[in-house]
């Protein structure tokens, strides 16, 4: 069988996974399905040899596990910026490895300081820097989480916003 049909498959199974969590209604439920879609990611992107992602999967993964246990803590946030920036000096080779590292960075940032409408105007930026990286390593799974937690997190700022508009009224 082609080595890309099964990192293909095993981005499709990630994919899943983190689909999944979407539809749950516990947080952490959503953050432990996060946290394994992104380990199966991880070993997607190895196959693909797109050791950016890969690293910075494996980091999200990590930092998932520290933001269910510490949650917006700031030694969660400032050593985990530190873990991106060291991961991206070791496996950064061509400019496309700067997306997931910036990701991972922004990310962070996002749930350990950020809720409500800003932290998913955030996760729109983030997702658009991880489609981008999907589509330049040709990441099929990846291009479907993309997309559809590009579309679920639209729909959701906008519920946010006409729940904020009735609250002003």
């Not at 997607?44 to 950016?52: E, F, K, M, T």
């Not at 690293?55 to 530190?82: D, G, H, P, Y």
């Not at 991880?130 to 519920?159: C, D, E, P, Q």
């Amino acid at each position: 069988m082609d080595s890309n049909v099964i990192a293909q498959g095993v981005g499709l199974i990630a994919s899943a996974l983190v689909i999944f969590a979407f539809s749950r209604k516990s947080d952490k439920l959503f953050k432990v399905f996060v946290m394994c879609g992104a380990l199966v990611f991880s070993f997607h992107y190895i196959l693909l040899g797109a050791y950016a992602g890969a690293a910075v999967a494996i980091l999200n993964a990590v930092r998932t596990f520290f933001v269910i246990k510490f949650e917006q803590s700031r030694k969660v946030l400032f050593s985990f910026l530190f873990l991106y920036l060291v991961a991206g000096f070791i496996v950064y080779d061509k400019p496309s490895d700067l997306l997931p590292i910036l990701s991972g960075s922004l990310s962070t940032i996002a749930l350990c300081t950020l809720s409500g409408i800003k932290m998913r105007l955030m996760a729109f930026g983030i997702e658009i820097l991880w489609l981008s990286y999907s589509i330049v390593i040709k990441s099929i799974g990846g291009l479907i989480t993309n997309l559809f937690v590009l579309s679920t997190n639209a729909i959701t700022i906008y519920r946010l916003t006409l729940d904020n508009k009735k609250q002003e009224r």
